[in-house]
């Protein structure tokens, strides 16, 4: 079945480790988003691609990094300078880039950092 | 900037009702809505998608509605069951990004 996959669901960090989170899509889509998502707030944007090779910042960039260099695979790096990694990340994937279809998104993986 | 409201943040129902989500947004100009339900510790799953175009979906038991004037949308469940307890969240897309309600949590009582 088409969809979205991220790895691992749950993962704990020691404070000053990156860590990198997989998200991986067999829809075919060009466009694909990572939000971050904390209790009691909205989803928050960090990074997006329209296509590959290519991905802006979202609005909470600081501290994380992406890389596109297909169009299955969109992973997302969490690095040590992020001050508050603790959080649910949340993949997803359109045909175009935003008002362009419908979002779809994998099952998240939820960060600890301890 | 545009900003996404959904009331309540909950909502407890007896099963079998009928019930409304409501979404409000403060900039008019957007490509489409989608509402999506996310079940605890979950990924998010969509339910609808509304063009600017359009003025409702339905989908099984579920219908939204947009009137982009007022700046409102909708979702309509029609006979409520337990299985339908999630968080209920409203996304807006403008010309510039995709913006978030922070959901409505549904409790349908059995």
Not at chain 1, 68 to 85: G, I, M
Not at chain 1, 98 to 111: A, C, K, M
Request: hydrophobic share 30%; aromatic share 10%; proline share 4%.
């Amino acid at each position: 079945d088409g969809g979205i996959t991220q790895s691992p669901k749950y993962l704990f960090r020691k404070e000053g480790q990156n860590v990198t989170l997989s998200c991986e899509q067999n829809l075919n889509h060009d466009a694909m988003y990572w939000y971050r998502q904390d209790p009691g707030q909205g989803l928050r944007l960090i990074y997006y691609s329209q296509i590959v090779n290519d991905f802006q910042k979202g609005d909470i960039a600081e501290g994380y990094s992406v890389s596109r260099e297909k169009k299955e695979s969109f992973p997302l790096t969490v690095t040590s300078a992020q001050k508050n990694p603790t959080a649910f990340y949340l993949c997803a994937s359109s045909i175009g880039y935003r008002g362009q279809g419908e979002l779809f998104f994998g099952e998240g993986s939820r960060l600890t950092v301890l | 900037k545009q900003e996404v409201t959904q009331i309540p943040a909950a909502l407890s129902v007896p099963e079998g009702e009928n019930l409304v989500l409501n979404c409000s947004f403060t900039d008019s100009a957007i490509y489409n809505l989608q509402w999506f339900r996310q079940d605890p510790g979950k990924g998010l799953t969509s339910l609808l998608l509304i063009q600017s175009s359009q003025r409702e979906q339905t989908s099984g038991r579920l219908n939204a509605s947009l009137d982009k004037s007022s700046g409102r949308s909708t979702l309509y469940i029609a006979a409520s069951q337990p299985g339908d307890s999630a968080t209920y969240l409203c996304a807006v897309t403008g010309a510039n990004n995709l913006f978030f309600g922070t959901g409505t949590r549904l409790t349908v009582i059995p």
